[in-house]
């Protein structure tokens, strides 16, 4: 405890007298301040205890007296020590009386007591004070360590805790709860997880302070530029000086595990993509041994294939292969809530995925692959949930956007294979690299295999090189149209959609079946292909549906 005024009164050899304020003794004394200006409310911090002699002072003045020590108590002085046998040989009662007015402790100093006195006994309190506050705090550290090394995270939390009269949580990387002390204060802490995320959005090392039911502060842990994880602390008031040591010793304990898991894990990803080789050359066997217990449970159930790139390199892919229509931008963030990937859209992704799989309790793979990422996360689990959920929010995002120009560089493009097996990864993979090249031709975040095999064929004719093959395989038949000397599309529509029955196709157009053999005749001879052959039938259907479906 710093030293207060009571303290200072009951010391012995200072023989202080109370004159006013006697129940506000208890006030903490930052410091002891001699000052004999008329108006030393200039030179206070606030928190001080001034001695004066009155050497400037009209001390019996009541008049003056209620001015000055109102001034005093307005600055945040906690008390004033008048000295007697100097200027005055007792208090003088205007002063007594306006401090008793004010409720501001008067305290008398007696001529043998100097103030050097009371300033070394004040120093001398704060310094026991911070050597206590210090020594609490080294013995705070090491039991935050013995915690931490014995029983990890939760044991750290649980003596921080402890040491703060409080709680306290950590978060992972996407914001989540991943641990609490008391157990009470998950639910308390899950609330602040809008905090978390913004406090995300700053380099680190970054902190804040929430009110709320308590007063929390929120620290974000790791040293690189992504925050790696955060620490969030409740308290009734604000931490003291041995309670703030307990904290910062937790952060960087914290800290220390974090970095030091960074190793580990770029182990974890270099045997994860010698999994997934073994798995697409067709060696399962091979990659169960290479998991081992890593990634073993994966391997023995369904699993979903994930395959991802940023909307950027999709753009550059998509030019690649001639495709000029690239996905519509989302808004700023300020409009839509998308989660931050800091730039990093691909390790905003490997995170999101990483944290649901922890949080319950899955395996997962995750393998970046250049401008790509390759997750392998158990069918119908939390990882491929926490993608879905994530793709969702890039296309709410996009939706709002569309007369927007260009692609942002934090955008993901994603295909998701249909269920398989060690066995079938190949597949998968295949699988996934179509519906990623769907989606990036769509401009969606995200394509499911099954949303593919189980719905039409038509939409994936909305790409501009088929619409191009359309258009330039029926134009000479529009140019003949045009012309008014027939009507062969139509014809050749109805004809094509009666499986080449003429009669219920002339019907359809209500014409002869003599006309619409003619006209049959006339579409072989401008476009030169023969309609027996049944390619050209179904390229001219496909051409036809195309083009009608650029008309809608």
């Not at 009155?54 to 001390?59: E, K, M, N, P, V």
Request: charged share 25%; with cysteine; aromatic share 4%.
């Amino acid at each position: 405890m710093p030293p207060t005024l009571a303290s200072l009164v009951h010391h012995s050899a200072l023989k202080l007298t109370v004159r006013a304020g006697e129940d506000r003794l208890d006030v903490p004394v930052r410091w002891a301040h001699v000052s004999e200006l008329a108006d030393p409310v200039p030179y206070m911090e606030g928190g001080e205890l001034l001695l004066i002699t009155a050497l400037t002072l009209d001390a019996e003045d009541p008049d003056a007296m209620r001015r000055y020590v109102k001034r005093l108590a307005g600055a945040g002085v906690v008390g004033l020590g008048f000295a007697v046998g100097v200027n005055y040989e007792e208090t003088p009662k205007a002063l007594v009386d306006a401090a008793e007015e004010e409720g501001l402790p008067l305290l008398e100093v007696p001529r043998r007591t100097p103030f050097l006195a009371i300033s070394k006994a004040v120093s001398a309190a704060i310094a026991a004070d911070q050597y206590r506050a210090v020594t609490a705090g080294f013995a705070a550290q090491r039991e935050l360590t013995k915690q931490a090394l014995s029983d990890g995270p939760q044991g750290l939390l649980a003596a921080l805790a402890g040491q703060v009269d409080g709680w306290a949580a950590l978060y992972d990387a996407s914001g989540a709860v991943v641990e609490a002390a008391p157990e009470w204060a998950g639910r308390r802490a899950g609330r602040l997880t809008p905090d978390v995320e913004r406090l995300r959005e700053r380099p680190a090392p970054a902190s804040s302070v929430v009110g709320g039911e308590d007063r929390v502060e929120l620290h974000s842990l790791g040293t690189g530029r992504r925050p790696r994880a955060a620490l969030a602390v409740g308290t009734a008031a604000a931490l003291g000086t041995a309670e703030r040591y307990a904290v910062h010793s937790a952060i960087a304990l914290l800290t220390l595990t974090t970095e030091r898991s960074r190793p580990l894990h770029a182990a974890e990803q270099r045997i994860g993509a010698a999994v997934l080789r073994m798995l697409l050359a067709g060696q399962p066997e091979h990659a169960r041994t290479v998991a081992g217990d890593l990634y073993g449970e994966l391997l023995d159930a369904p699993f979903r294939l994930i395959l991802a790139e940023s909307a950027s390199a999709s753009a550059a892919r998509a030019h690649a292969e001639g495709h000029a229509r690239v996905a519509a931008a989302k808004p700023s963030k300020a409009q839509v809530a998308v989660p931050d990937t800091n730039g990093d859209p691909l390790g905003g992704l490997a995170e999101i995925v990483e944290s649901a799989a922890a949080r319950s309790g899955e395996s997962v793979l995750v393998v970046p692959d250049g401008e790509r990422l390759v997750v392998l996360a158990v069918d119908g689990g939390a990882a491929v949930a926490a993608c879905g959920e994530y793709a969702l929010a890039l296309d709410a995002a996009r939706t709002g956007a569309r007369e927007q120009p260009a692609v942002e560089e934090d955008e993901l493009v994603v295909g998701l294979s249909a269920p398989a097996g060690p066995i079938a990864a190949a597949g998968a993979y295949k699988q996934a690299e179509q519906v990623l090249s769907v989606a990036r031709r769509r401009g969606r975040s995200l394509v499911e295999h099954e949303e593919l095999a189980a719905g039409s064929v038509l939409p994936l004719l909305a790409d501009d090189a088929v619409r191009a093959f359309a258009d330039g395989l029926l134009r000479p038949l529009y140019e003949h149209d045009a012309t008014g000397r027939g009507d062969l599309v139509a014809s050749l529509r109805a004809w094509l959609s009666r499986h080449g029955q003429w009669d219920a196709a002339a019907a359809d157009l209500g014409v002869h079946r003599h006309t619409l053999r003619y006209r049959m005749r006339r579409v072989e001879e401008i476009l030169g292909r023969s309609l027996d052959d049944p390619d050209v039938r179904m390229e001219l259907w496909l051409a036809l549906k195309t083009t009608a479906a650029a008309a809608e």
